[in-house]
């Protein structure tokens, strides 16, 4: 892609041996065996795998989980369940058996009481509570364990002024009641100090596209403003408390719209010393080397005296960003091979590690091999562990959340907190990203031979 | 265009258009090139900016341009083809390469915002590309039963001078649709576009015209309503291609079945005639989506669009959130100059329009209740109004029925998805629907129901594009034609069998 911009080409960053990633990896495995949960995470991997080798069924259930909430009453449920059901060509015999249970009146609402409770099961394991309060016992028992946590909050789409107000106070509420409470947890030095000094333990993460309705691809000046005084405010919350601020990324569409925001209000003069906050690299866009350059070349020049935090992730909108270039008539502008994007999402990890002095990377990743390779390359490349973290998703990463942890690592569980309603796209999106033929989860629920995970991509 | 390279590219196009304004838009007749005759077309969002100066073409203008279309066909209708599809090829490569100019043209001419502009423009790429390739298809003789003894064979001829009647909210791709099928079946094509668009209408046939398609083959008459009126009736008429209100769709539809005197073939007419497009919101829709799609469908282009949103049926089960959130969002939507990114709508075409606009909202206040109004409108001459969300209303108010082609959208509470339906089935027009609901048995019900020529699920109701959704509506919407599908193109030609025998003194030879 053409960015319009003559940036000197990054540099090279040596890769750590295959050995000691190796290694690492296997350091990783072991510390997993240890921890009894795994083999319900295992299960879990597994019984999705199933539905995911059913496309059909996939797509019916992950419909079903998508409007489940909006459904009145049991009974609708029932009707939605049996009406996507129906759509498969060709059934199973127990997909023939459930529908043509769930269809005889008596059974309507017992189907759709299952149906539901098996919704909301899959929601609890995803999302942490209602609200802030909600999550407290669950975050607490994981700092103790320590784990760190960064909050999401999870809502309807944002396309009134009054939505985005509502959001903006949600946010502060949720800053001022869990700093309130954590500031009283023990200590856990590898997760609150690193070269740089002090880290947060409350952490937030917002959506730009939460803040405001305003946000248009075509033109990121109406967004950025309409989403101004309310970062502005978050961010002035978050110094007062020091709390950490993180903006996620969403579709292309928006990326223009997010940085210049972030950029802008980052360099005001009242946000020199705080608070710490961050952004979101997404390592499945083809041009997030050229994009990750801005970014550095950015807090290098800011003066700013505390370190631009980067989560360097996959990237949640695969689908989305490929359907809407083909309809577009456009290049994908992700990579569509998964060993490439996972190369590249090396090559990020090993820059950001280069970067220390500028940046705090944190490596979003539930594939063992891109988790080892950052482990090792911390070491080679930036001299410590203590030059990065870790993060996971809650319900996908619990068992590598702990492993890390055990062997010293900062690491830290994106937490989504909200109703189900709210809860919806979210979920959606998970499962899609970790039933699809190419996730990590998948490849590591089929085979028993973890080391076989390690090769490099 | 989420990238700013490209805007200010386009950008530059702007301003090096304004510098070379107003674009002159002779009658283009033969090798002859008419008078600039005091015909303007003016910028809506600035009606003091002059876009084009045009020729305003008479009954007689029309006369000489049948007679060099007559000459250019006798020539042009005995191409094979592949040779006219190579020309056309000719035409949208450098459609392709002019794009932001193009683009910018559409912009001042009939104050369309740039995403939408550059979306027409490619859509008349699209248009030029698949009828050339459909016309060369149209070429192999299709399968008819063969017995021994007899050779059956059927091709398709072109029926010779086709008048095209354009409108100005789609200046160039409904243009270069309906040009280009009568091009590519080996017509001869006299084009008279919108009064309010005439300078892209001549930039069109620049474009044609230096791709190679001969002088006397695409004829160009710029005007009012006589230049139409006399196509129309013109005996040596064959095809006239027409999109644009119903009440005019219909008058030619009846002008053109009189037989003049002389006149030896009856007259097709391939119309479409605009709707009154219902958007159905189920009780399980997802609202996060229904709202931004039906924003979009209502007031994308002011509400210009024959394909637009202009009632709103919503399940009694969500109507009230829906409201809440739809008063929002619209209240957020921004009404600004075509120029300007990040805007929602644009300024509407013309003062009949915004008077338009601006009557059916006294009816709104009076009868039913103004639920939601967009923010402020850009200060100026421009002829902007409001986009407006109307509630409330008897059933048998006006705003219900008439297409009101400026933004302004009514919304509806139904009890259930039959009643819907039912609505939708009691209209005249049939030209496009929406569906909102996560229940694909409900999907499939209204599928089997739905009279119009097209029905989007799940999504925005504009937007068709070429050879993925074939467009053109039933009813008073249409005469069922449609555009950028496989069938276009048979209106345009007349069938004719061969049955040769092939025996002789009783052997098969």
């Known amino acids: ?191 609150e100090t690193d070269r740089h000094g002090f880290v947060p333990r409350t952490n937030l993460s917002v959506k730009i596209s939460a803040m405001t309705p305003n946000a248009r691809p075509d033109s990121p000046g109406r967004g950025v403003a309409g989403a101004s005084d309310r970062l502005r405010h978050l961010l002035r919350v978050a110094r007062d408390l020091q709390v950490h601020l993180h903006v996620d990324m969403e579709s292309l569409d928006l990326r223009e719209t997010v940085t210049e925001l972030v950029f802008d209000l980052l360099a005001e003069p009242e946000f020199a010393d705080g608070p710490s906050a961050g952004m979101v690299l997404q390592g499945y866009l083809q041009d997030s080397p050229e994009e990750l350059e801005k970014w550095l070349g950015w807090q290098a020049a800011a003066g700013r005296s505390v370190p631009l935090s980067v989560r360097l992730v996959k990237g949640a909108y695969w689908d989305h960003e490929v359907v809407e270039a083909g ?35 944190a490596i979003a990743s539930h594939n063992l091999r891109s988790i080892a390779h950052a482990m090792a390359a911390a070491e080679t490349i930036a001299g410590g562990h203590d030059a990065v973290e870790f993060q996971v998703l809650r319900g996908l990463g619990d068992d590598i959340q702990d492993a890390l942890s055990d062997l010293g690592f900062r690491v830290r569980t994106y937490s989504p907190i909200g109703d189900l309603v709210a809860g919806m796209a979210y979920l959606v999106r998970r499962l899609l990203e970790n039933t699809s033929n190419d996730s990590f989860l998948m490849a590591r629920a089929g085979t028993e031979n973890l080391d076989s995970l390690l090769v490099a991509p | 265009m989420r990238r700013s390279s490209v805007r200010s590219g386009l950008r530059s196009a702007l301003d090096q258009l304004d510098v070379s304004l107003p674009i002159e838009a002779p009658a283009l007749i033969g090798s002859s090139r008419g008078d600039i005759d005091g015909l303007i077309s003016v910028d809506p969002g600035n009606p003091s900016r002059v876009v084009a100066v045009a020729g305003d073409s008479s009954s007689g203008d ?136 005439p300078g892209i209408g001549h930039e069109l046939v620049s474009i044609l015209r ?34 644009g209100s119903c009440a005019v769709g219909l008058e030619i539809i009846a002008r053109s079945a009189a037989l003049a005197a002389g006149q030896n073939h009856l007259k097709r007419v391939v119309a479409e005639m605009g709707g009154k497009n219902c958007l159905i919101v189920d009780s399980d829709a997802d609202l996060d989506e229904v709202i931004p799609a039906a924003v979009h469908s209502a007031f994308g282009f002011a509400g210009q669009k024959c394909s637009a949103a202009s009632r709103l049926l919503v399940h009694d089960a969500v109507f009230d959130h829906l409201a809440e959130r739809l008063t929002g969002a619209v209240s957020s939507v921004l009404t600004g100059q075509a120029e300007d990114f990040g805007i929602d709508l644009g300024p509407v075409i013309d003062p009949d329009s915004a008077e338009r606009h601006a009557r059916y909202l006294d009816q709104a206040s009076q009868d039913g209740e103004i639920l939601a109004t967009g923010g402020g409108l850009p200060a100026g001459d421009g002829y902007f109004c409001a986009p407006t969300v109307v509630s409330g209303l008897p059933d048998d108010s006006k705003l219900l029925a008439d297409e009101v082609f400026a933004p302004l959208v009514t919304i509806e509470r139904v009890a259930d998805l039959e009643s819907a339906c039912a609505l939708v089935e009691a209209s005249p027009f049939a030209l496009t629907a929406g569906l909102f609901t996560r229940n694909p048995e409900h999907a499939r019900k209204v599928e089997a129901r739905s009279p119009v020529g097209n029905l989007y699920i799940n999504r925005g109701i504009t937007g068709a594009m070429v050879g993925r959704q074939p467009f053109g509506g039933n009813r008073l919407s249409g005469t069922g034609t449609k555009a950028g599908g496989p069938g276009y193109l048979t209106a345009f030609v007349e069938p004719r069998v061969v049955c040769e025998n092939t025996m002789r003194h009783g052997l098969v030879v």
Not at chain 1, 102 to 130: D, E, H, K, N, Q
Not at chain 2, 215 to 232: A, H, N, Q, S, Y
Request: net charge negative; hydrophobic share 45%.
């Open chain 1, 1 to 191: 892609m053409n960015t319009g911009l003559n940036l000197p080409a990054p540099p090279l960053t040596p890769a750590p041996s295959e050995d000691l990633v190796r290694t690492n990896g296997r350091r990783l495995i072991a510390a997993l065996r240890s921890d009894p949960a795994l083999s319900v995470a295992r299960l879990n991997a597994m019984a999705v795998g199933r539905v995911a080798s059913d496309p059909d069924l996939r797509a019916a259930l992950f419909r079903l989980v998508d409007v489940t909430p909006m459904c009145r009453d049991l009974s609708d449920i029932s009707t939605h369940l049996t009406a996507l059901l129906g759509e498969i060509e060709e059934p199973t015999r127990s997909v023939r058996l459930i529908r043509g249970a769930a269809l005889r009146p008596a059974l309507s609402r017992t189907a759709g009481f299952f149906a539901r409770a098996g919704v909301r099961g899959m929601a609890s394991r995803f999302i942490a509570g209602a609200d802030a309060e909600s999550a407290l016992d669950e975050l607490s028992d994981l700092w103790k364990r320590g784990v760190a946590s960064t909050m999401d909050l999870l809502g309807e789409a944002t396309v009134t002024e009054t939505e985005a107000d509502t959001y903006l106070e949600r946010c502060e509420h949720t800053m001022r009641v869990l700093a309130g409470k954590m500031a009283g947890w023990q200590a856990q030095p590898h997760l």
């Open chain 1, 327 to 361: 309809q577009a008539g456009w290049p994908a502008p992700v990579f569509t091979d998964r060993a490439t994007c996972d190369r590249n999402f090396e090559l990020l990890t090993r820059r950001l590690l280069a970067s220390t002095d500028l940046v705090r990377p």
């Open chain 2, 210 to 243: 230096s791709a190679g398609v001969p002088d006397d083959v695409i004829g160009f008459v710029p005007g009012g309503d006589e230049p139409g009126k006399r196509l129309v009736e013109h005996p040596d008429i064959h095809t006239i291609a027409f999109t």
């Open chain 2, 62 to 197: 029309v006369d000489r341009a049948v007679e060099a279309a007559q000459a250019g066909f006798r020539m042009w209708g005995v191409t094979s083809a592949r040779e006219r599809a190579v020309v056309l090829g000719r035409a949208a490569a450098i459609m392709r390469q002019t794009r932001q100019q193009l683009t910018a043209m559409i912009v001042r001419e009939c104050g369309k915002p740039w995403i939408d502009a550059d979306a027409e423009v490619c859509e008349a790429i699209d248009f030029i590309e698949y009828y050339a390739r459909q016309s060369v298809g149209l070429e192999r003789t299709p399968e008819l039963l063969q017995l021994p003894g007899e050779r059956n064979e059927m091709r398709f001829v072109p029926r010779g001078v086709v008048a095209v009647i354009a409108p100005w909210n789609f200046p160039l791709a409904i243009s270069a649709g309906m040009v280009v099928a009568g091009l590519a079946t080996g017509n001869s094509v006299i084009y008279k576009p919108a009064e309010q668009t």
